[in-house]
């Protein structure tokens, strides 16, 4: 039907401000026919100005000349004046879906979206303009013309069906008022799509087959739940789908079972012949995609369904077939086959999509930080081979973010936005995130009265900031932080809201830190850093990082400082790491301080909640801190016995302890008992868990030391421990320790000039709290240019030195297949030799340090040469001292191959190249370098950017390097150009 331009406007309001002369007019036409997320969106913008104090007026009640703003607001393909007008200003109407454009010609602000939801996004991006304007009645005035296009094709959030709600009348998932609040959210954050996944039983942890609960057999009619509430479950989906589909967000169902066990009670032994659950299977599909039209994707979970791939090919592809229409498919990675996995995409005519875990069942850091496997963990906790080229599928990356968030708010602006331009990554179609809720309830079951917090009844009007900040994030990464700080403005007043949003900001950094650096594994099952105290000393000092490429262990760190390895701090150490942490909770308290001033705590219940939240938080960040400082100086003790570490180690255990008791006790005043099945159940034997109860777990710390201790003074053979300092600030004191062992005598100091015949500075040195130690600090005028030292005790016969001239006994490495796979054992085997090295040396070399600054890596050029065979890297590397090292690591895109270093080569000043062997599958690099004074750096850095940089694999039968060289244009976060 052929529409005229003001008569078929898609909203058209009058805003007017209570009592004032000025106005504000959006216009929008008679909504009769048109599509329901133009209809929503300008519903929201309606409401916007009236809790504004502002009267909204029919477009057929207003006068649209004069000063007033007018809003015309539709879809540009159907309204051609509208198209016209922005065209003619020199706007392109996009034509990705979701996309709009503004164009802002005061007193008009023209809307057009791509489609019905670019409408709608345009409707809210206009009401939050309004909420931020200075003055509403010149609203056009502050509205910037542009063009907006979403980041990525799918922005999904990934809650799941719990059978306790099913079994419940009065639950969330029958109530609408749940589903219309959590939709409207969903809606205004730019998620466009729903991916449930279901069932899961939140106490067995069990996830029974969905089609149970919501469909009956015609073949199997015994099978499931009763028909009638089954009829009602389904009924309840086919609503939920729809209210979505009124909000822009499509629907996908993804079971996670393939089976007739409704509950983890019932016996495997009742179970069907394959053909029956096969049969069983399609039928169910088809009546499901025929059932509930307006659902988007169907799916299904292969690796732990107990079924071989092809089950799902005969099952699932064939419902497909027998339905009415065509449905989009999708599966998990988890456990299953990529080569199989990979035949069912290639059977399907549709659209295929697989999910694949982005870090494992966890988050941690903002980008794909399991580049290889693991040792000891599934390869499909990473991406495998699935990046390869050709491909019949999409991917879609699914972040579990529920694995490292279960309890404590997190919103961090900056790290979401370095999270989805990750996603990229491997031509990623979108992302699946997991909410906390995922596998707890959507209500209130933590705090001890619930009466207190009044803000929220359901989970996602208390994480507001969650969905908001991945939803905006997705659509555009590059989202101001204008837009989150008018939201707090809307909940805090403008005059808290800037300290409050800092608050959260600072508060969100600690726990994915506390995961990424004390990661005992990827698996949800591994691991709750909010929860739990990390294991032991011991544990802490032979743990991996989640990503070991760019994070250095507690062990490994050691074994660099001790043969005074030039790039040690190329990777990000642990006594940064605690820092960090420190520094985070600092900001947080700091600006918690300055919101307290302005906001009562007892007149915001979110407030005051908030800030019990930063109690805990701080806590645990100081338990991590201290635990991690304790356990490198543990390591160093273990490494050298040098006494000095152990009582490092005992003075920070006893802090980390100290604030595991503050955790606790503001656990004990605020929360009742904790429900997490999936890991801490393991430590107490029961679903729920206060941090208290584990607590006397730390006392192994103190046994270990202990333990260590009476092993380093067994035996009588007289000697000096002593860890060697070979780098040191210039100009300053420096402290020199030394623990004697079966001697009784003072130990000396002996120090001169490196490198000359200058005579002996001999000094005694003192004992301090601890038996068996002594320390001396060298003067500051003596901290300049290289110093050579050794330490010496004579009594009677007995005499000892460092260096002895021989290297300290260890023990023998213990190693397994997997270190032997991924290189673990020759590289600690090596770093074991340098050590060995160190200590036969004569005397202790010390290096003043004038210069601290780390060099300056800048990407130069990227070439592929030789039709695809070689990849060509320049890069300049920087530095006011000489360089010592620069290194290249690299490695093939799947997961299955390990990292290699290779030393790039001098190609002019400043200027070093490599080429690197390159195949279909693409290539992963990162660049170390370090110069004389041993100052490292990394290029990219991790804690800025993702720490690599990539070439795309691409299809062997259409290589696009059809020539001898191709110079490729980096870019930042999507590998190449």
């Known amino acids: 039907m052929k529409r005229t331009f003001f ?84 706007l392109e109407i996009p034509e990705t879906p979701e996309s709009f454009v503004l164009y802002s010609k005061p007193p008009f602000i023209y809307a057009a979206g791509t489609d019905a939801v670019g409408a709608m996004y345009a409707a809210y991006e206009i009401a939050d303009l309004l909420q931020m304007a200075e003055n509403p009645a010149f609203l056009a005035s502050s509205v910037p013309s542009g063009v907006h296009t979403p980041a990525m094709e799918i922005r999904a959030v990934n809650p799941f069906f719990h059978t306790e709600a099913f079994n419940d009348p009065k639950s969330w998932y029958y109530d609408e008022k749940f589903w219309e609040t959590y939709l409207d959210e969903l809606s205004y954050d730019r998620y466009n799509l729903l991916d449930i996944h279901a069932m899961y039983e939140l106490i067995s942890t069990f996830f029974p087959n969905c089609y149970l609960y919501m469909l009956k057999s015609d073949k199997f009619p015994d099978v499931g739940i009763d028909s009638d509430q089954a009829a009602k479950n389904l009924e309840m989906f086919k609503k939920i789908v729809v209210m979505a589909k009124e909000r822009g967000i499509r629907t996908s169902l993804m079971s996670y079972h393939a089976s007739w066990r409704l509950t983890s009670a019932d016996k495997e032994d009742m179970e069907p012949s394959t053909q029956d659950l096969a049969d069983y299977t399609a039928e169910m599909a088809t009546k499901m995609i025929d059932s509930v039209p307006d659902m988007w994707m169907l799916g299904f979970r292969i690796g732990e369904s107990g079924r071989p791939e092809e089950f799902f090919q005969d099952s699932y592809i064939r419902g497909v077939d027998n339905a009415t229409r065509r449905i989009n498919l999708f599966t998990r990675s988890w456990l299953a086959n990529p080569f199989h996995t990979r035949s069912i995409a290639d059977a399907y005519p549709g659209r295929f999509y697989i999910e694949i875990k982005y870090n494992g069942e966890q988050l941690g850091l903002p980008y794909h930080a399991m580049t290889s496997n693991r040792k000891g963990a599934a390869p499909s906790y990473t991406w495998e081979d699935y990046t390869n080229q050709p491909r019949n599928y999409k991917i879609l990356w699914q972040i579990r973010s529920n694995g490292t968030h279960r309890l404590f708010r997190w919103g961090d602006p900056e790290f979401a936005s370095r999270t989805m331009k990750s996603v990229r990554f491997g031509k990623g179609a979108g992302f699946s995130m997991e909410p906390m809720t ?142 960090l942490l420190e520094r985070h909770a600092a900001g947080a308290a700091a600006a918690a301080e300055r919101a307290k001033k302005i906001l009562d705590a007892e007149k915001s219940s979110e407030f005051k909640d908030l800030l019990i939240e930063l109690d805990c938080l701080s806590a645990l960040a100081h338990y991590y801190s201290n635990k991690i400082r304790a356990a490198t100086h543990f390591g160093f003790f273990m490494q050298t016995n040098d006494l000095a570490d152990l009582t490092k180690a005992r003075e920070f255990t006893a802090k980390a302890h100290e604030s595991w008791d503050k955790l606790s006790e503001t656990g004990e005043t605020h929360y009742g008992q904790i429900l997490d099945t999936l890991r801490i159940r393991r430590f107490v034997d029961k679903p729920t868990f206060t941090w208290r109860e584990l607590q006397p777990s730390l006392q192994k710390d103190i046994e270990e030391m202990d333990k260590a201790l009476e092993q380093a003074l067994a035996g009588t053979e007289p000697a000096i421990r002593h860890r060697p300092a070979y780098r040191a600030p210039a100009g300053e ?13 003072k130990p000396v100091l002996h120090y001169r000039p490196a490198g000359g015949d200058a005579p002996w500075i001999e000094k005694a040195m003192k004992p301090v709290d601890f038996e068996n130690l002594f320390e001396y600090y060298i003067p500051r005028e003596h901290a300049t240019g290289q110093i050579e030292y050794y330490i010496d005790a004579h009594k009677d016969d007995l005499k000892a030195r460092y260096p002895s001239g021989k290297p300290l006994k260890r023990a023998a490495g213990q190693f397994d297949i997997e270190d032997y796979l991924y290189n673990d054992a020759k590289n600690i085997t090596n770093e074991l030799k340098r050590i060995d090295k160190m200590e036969k ?118 290589n696009p390097y059809d020539s001898r060289k191709v110079r490729i244009e980096p870019d930042l976060y999507w590998g190449h150009k």
């Open 438 to 579: 995922s596998y707890y309830p959507m209500t209130d079951h933590f705090h001890k009265d619930p009466s207190q917090f009044d803000y929220f009844t359901w989970d996602h009007q208390r994480n507001w900031f969650w969905y908001m900040v991945w939803g905006r994030m997705a659509y555009d990464p590059s989202t101001p932080e204008t837009v989150w700080l008018n939201r707090f403005t809307q909940r805090f007043g403008e005059a808290a809201a800037a300290d409050i949003y800092n608050t959260v900001v600072h508060m969100s950094r600690i726990v994915p830190l506390i995961y990424s650096y004390r990661c005992i594994g990827p698996d949800h099952r591994n691991m709750a850093p909010e929860y739990e105290t990390g294991g032991s000393l011991f544990d802490f000092m032979n743990n991996t990082p989640l990503d070991f490429h760019s994070i250095r262990a507690i062990d490994e760190f050691v074994r660099w400082t001790l043969f005074d390895g030039a790039l040690r701090d190329s990777k990000l150490g642990p006594f940064e790491t605690a820092n």
């Open 7 to 90: 008569a078929t406007l898609a909203a058209a309001l009058c805003i007017l401000f209570a009592g004032s002369a000025q106005a504000a007019i959006l216009f929008l036409s008679n909504t009769d026919g048109e599509e329901a997320p133009l209809r929503h969106g300008a519903a929201y913008l309606a409401r916007t100005a009236q809790n504004m104090g502002m009267s909204v007026v029919d477009a057929k009640n207003a006068d649209p000349l004069g000063n007033n703003p007018v809003v015309i607001l539709d879809v540009a393909h159907g309204n051609r004046r509208l198209k016209a007008i922005i065209e003619d200003a020199g």
């Open 841 to 958: 040396q004569k005397f202790v070399t010390v290096q003043f340090m004038e210069d601290t600054a780390r060099p300056v890596v800048t990407l130069q050029d990227v070439e592929v040469l030789d039709y695809g065979a070689t990849a060509r890297i320049t890069v300049k590397v920087r530095d006011d001292s000489a360089l010592k090292e620069v290194k290249i690591a690299f490695k093939p895109l799947p997961t299955q191959y390990p990292w290699v270093e290779k030393d790039m080569e001098p190609a002019g000043t400043d200027v070093y190249r490599i080429d690197l062997p390159l195949t279909h599958e693409g290539v992963m690099y990162s660049i170390k370098a370090a110069d004389t004074w041993h100052n490292a750096t990394a290029w990219p850095w991790l804690l800025e950017e993702t720490p690599y940089r990539w070439i795309d694999a691409w299809d062997p039968a259409a």
């Open 733 to 745: 004191y420096l402290r020199i320790t030394a623990s004697v062992l079966h001697i009784g005598a």
